[in-house]
Structures are given as C-alpha cells and as structure tokens.
C-alpha cells in the first residue's frame, strides 16, 4: 500500500531552534515526495519537493530510501515558520494524484 | 489570475439535505481533485478527474458525486448530507503532463451537517 506516516499532530520549538518534522513513506517503487504548508488563512501550497533538491525557506528534505524517510529540516526555526506541514506522495496510476500524511502543526514559540 | 475558487466558502445543512459545491480554475488545468480535510486523518481524496467529461473516485468517494462538464469547473454534490460529512473540503488542480506533481488548491469550503 502506499502510504505517508507524519507521527507527529504538534511540534513545538523556540524561535532559533532547530525543527525536524518527520515523514516516512510506504512504496515499492522509487517514491515522489512533496512538503506542501498551510499557513493561518492561507492555502496549502507546494514548499518542496525530493526531485528538485532545493532549499525553500530555509527548509531542506532529504529522501532516504533505506529508512523511508522525508524529514523535513530547518537548523533555526523562525517564527513566520508556525503553520500546518504535510507530507505527500505521489501516486501511480496517472492524473497526479497524492497521497498525504495526517500533518503536523508546528508551533514556533518565542 | 484568481487560481482556484471554491463557492461557497461557508454552509450548514440538515441531515438528508442535499448541496453542490463547486470549485472553478483559471489555469487550464487538466486536473482537479476534491478532498476533504478533517482533524486527524489529513487530506483525503474523494473524486478527482484527468479531464472535461471524466470522473474517477479517489480514497474516499461514498455518499458524494462529481461531475466535470466544463474543463475550468468540478462540482461535487451531496446527494443526502449526514453528519460525518462534515468537514472542510478542498478543491485543487494541476496541469497535464507536468510530473512535478504540484497541486493548486482553493481556499476550501467549510461545512456542517447537523
């Protein structure tokens, strides 16, 4: 089954610390993952994804096959970071679909 | 541009009444997905379609259909709300032939079934 685990409902940090949100996927295949955040008020929107290897905001993920992760990463948590963060991932079959994790709300605290 | 709009954006209905929501894109997108969002368990998709005329069920498709009669507009109606449909639902779409994967979502719907 293809499946995304995000084990964390809230993760709270101070302002400067690090963050770590934790995603682990189940495929078989070679997996396509997506970050998308939702801020207060705001839309979901894509922040990164695994194929493009970038640094959105600060945030990086790196995609590890042996432990089937996608930890999204920040070295200093900004307050502006606070918000909704999914992870997903892409499904077969065609049409683009996803799969998404259950979120984790991240707190930055000052 | 507006991207991805959604009526209405607020609505409470009775238990065995019926609605439409309809979500409306501007980006001639071939794609268009429904889900709905509920605390706990994420997104999780209903009906979504790869193009004008089609319709395909996703994860969770019971006691909802869709239809895509134009290639800007998806509606998805509820025939006889029951209270676990209450929820908030979601529209996106993403262009054809981009395997980027990246979805555009509306601003979302928030309804209560009573």
Redesign the interface.
């Given at each position: 089954a293809q499946r995304v685990t995000?084990p964390e409902?809230l993760l709270s940090v101070f302002k400067g610390a690090p963050v770590e949100l934790k995603c682990n996927y189940s495929y078989s295949g070679s997996p396509?993952l997506?970050w998308y955040v939702q801020y207060s008020r705001q839309?979901?929107?894509?922040l990164l994804?695994h194929?493009s290897r970038e640094s959105i905001k600060g945030f990086t993920a790196d995609l590890n096959k042996g432990e089937t992760s996608f930890h999204l990463k920040k070295p200093f948590a900004q307050e502006e970071d606070s918000a909704m963060y999914?992870c997903?991932l892409?499904l077969t079959g065609?049409?683009?679909?996803?799969?998404?994790?259950?979120?984790t709300q991240l707190k930055v605290e000052l | 541009n507006a991207g991805v709009t959604q009526t209405p954006k607020f609505r409470v209905l009775k238990t065995g009444q019926s609605m439409t929501l309809l979500c409306a894109q501007d980006m001639n997108h071939e794609y268009m997905y429904w889900y709905r969002q509920d605390p706990g368990m994420g997104l999780r998709l209903i009906h979504y379609s790869v193009g004008e005329g089609t319709t395909a069920k996703g994860e969770v498709p019971d006691g909802y259909n869709v239809s895509r009669l134009k290639k800007q507009n998806f509606l998805l109606g509820l025939e006889s709300a029951a209270p676990s449909q209450t929820s908030v639902y979601f529209c996106a779409s993403s262009p054809h032939g981009q395997l980027s994967y990246e979805q555009y979502f509306g601003p979302g719907t928030r309804l209560t079934v009573t």
């Open positions: 995000q409902k396509e997506f839309r979901l929107q894509l994804r194929i999914y997903a892409a065609g049409g683009n679909k996803l799969t998404f994790g259950t979120g | -």
